[in-house]
């Protein structure tokens, strides 16, 4: 499932170690869910919106 | 998730929800070989030992071999340098955990005087350092160039921490068992194995001393 999660992280210029630190994931789960390989808990992608600074619907509603 | 099982579970949720399949499967396959134990015993007399430890080692092998297989012991290694460099440190601890093992147990069960000795030493030895050793049991692995952080995980499978860890609690259980005078060797496993299989001692009549 294809998201936003990566083009939001390079923007705020930060690693997916650093990203995966703050919310509380390993850098595999973040490298997996950029990928779109693994569909994360509601409370993970929350933590990583608030990361990000931005909304679920920007990170994760479908991108074509 | 709040559960007493949680303790033995990982705190990162994809690593928790694979332990958790990997449990699973194994307490599903051990419920199956029970049942079929249980059949089979009606008609062949079972060791109740080696039944019980054929069992114990067929979860802990099902799930430690998932658990090396899917990768996720290594969430960190993706460039090749970070590969190579954990690899070598990897092959120290093996090597050097082989050879203290050799070296303890040949001081308390003192040198083996025998081929049994010998491959109660040497089997367990080598079989502690192939489960530790990387590239055993190496699977293809996708690396990727670093640009502005990682680019996507790497799927390195490598026995670690988990394969040390049942290596010594092997190495321990030994030990202890030897001072119990019930010591778990190779030759008592195998010995076992072969009084499972062989009702009319055919094979044992083969084996010098059995």
Same mark, same amino acid.
């Given at each position: 499932m294809k998201n936003n999660v990566k083009k939001s992280r390079i923007n705020k210029d930060i690693t997916q170690e650093q990203l995966a630190k703050r919310v509380g994931a390993t850098r595999q789960t973040i490298g997996l869910i950029e990928k779109g390989e693994y569909n994360p808990s509601l409370h993970l992608r929350v933590a990583i919106a608030k990361e990000l600074g931005k909304t679920l619907d920007e990170l994760f509603w479908e991108v074509e | 998730m709040k559960s007493w099982i949680s303790v033995l579970l990982p705190d990162d949720e994809y690593k928790e929800k694979k332990m958790m399949q990997f449990l699973s499967e194994g307490a599903v396959l051990l419920f199956i070989s029970l049942i079929g134990t249980l059949v089979v015993s009606n008609f062949i007399v079972l060791d109740t030992e080696t039944i019980l430890f054929l069992h114990i080692a067929l979860f802990a092998v099902y799930v430690l071999g998932r658990y090396i297989v899917s990768g996720i012991e290594f969430t960190d290694i993706v460039t090749e340098q970070e590969y190579r460099k954990e690899r070598r440190v990897i092959i120290v601890k093996s090597a050097g955990f082989t050879a203290i093992f050799i070296l303890l147990y040949s001081a308390i069960? @003192? %040198?083996?005087?025998d081929i049994w000795g010998w491959l109660n030493i040497g089997g367990v030895s080598v079989l502690a350092g192939v489960f530790m050793f990387p590239d055993q049991l190496h699977f293809p692995e996708t690396f990727l160039q670093k640009e502005? @952080? %990682?680019d996507i995980n790497n799927k390195t499978n490598r026995p670690g921490k988990v394969a040390f860890l049942t290596s010594s609690g092997y190495y321990l259980s030994l030990i202890f068992s030897h001072h119990l005078n019930q010591e778990l060797s190779i030759q008592w496993l195998t010995m076992n194995l072969i009084d499972l299989i062989d009702g009319d001692n055919t094979i044992k009549a083969m084996i010098p001393d059995s």
């Amino acid at each position: 499932m294809k998201n936003n999660v990566k083009k939001s992280r390079i923007n705020k210029d930060i690693t997916q170690e650093q990203l995966a630190k703050r919310v509380g994931a390993t850098r595999q789960t973040i490298g997996l869910i950029e990928k779109g390989e693994y569909n994360p808990s509601l409370h993970l992608r929350v933590a990583i919106a608030k990361e990000l600074g931005k909304t679920l619907d920007e990170l994760f509603w479908e991108v074509e | 998730m709040k559960s007493w099982i949680s303790v033995l579970l990982p705190d990162d949720e994809y690593k928790e929800k694979k332990m958790m399949q990997f449990l699973s499967e194994g307490a599903v396959l051990l419920f199956i070989s029970l049942i079929g134990t249980l059949v089979v015993s009606n008609f062949i007399v079972l060791d109740t030992e080696t039944i019980l430890f054929l069992h114990i080692a067929l979860f802990a092998v099902y799930v430690l071999g998932r658990y090396i297989v899917s990768g996720i012991e290594f969430t960190d290694i993706v460039t090749e340098q970070e590969y190579r460099k954990e690899r070598r440190v990897i092959i120290v601890k093996s090597a050097g955990f082989t050879a203290i093992f050799i070296l303890l147990y040949s001081a308390i069960n @003192g %040198f083996p005087a025998d081929i049994w000795g010998w491959l109660n030493i040497g089997g367990v030895s080598v079989l502690a350092g192939v489960f530790m050793f990387p590239d055993q049991l190496h699977f293809p692995e996708t690396f990727l160039q670093k640009e502005q @952080g %990682f680019d996507i995980n790497n799927k390195t499978n490598r026995p670690g921490k988990v394969a040390f860890l049942t290596s010594s609690g092997y190495y321990l259980s030994l030990i202890f068992s030897h001072h119990l005078n019930q010591e778990l060797s190779i030759q008592w496993l195998t010995m076992n194995l072969i009084d499972l299989i062989d009702g009319d001692n055919t094979i044992k009549a083969m084996i010098p001393d059995s």
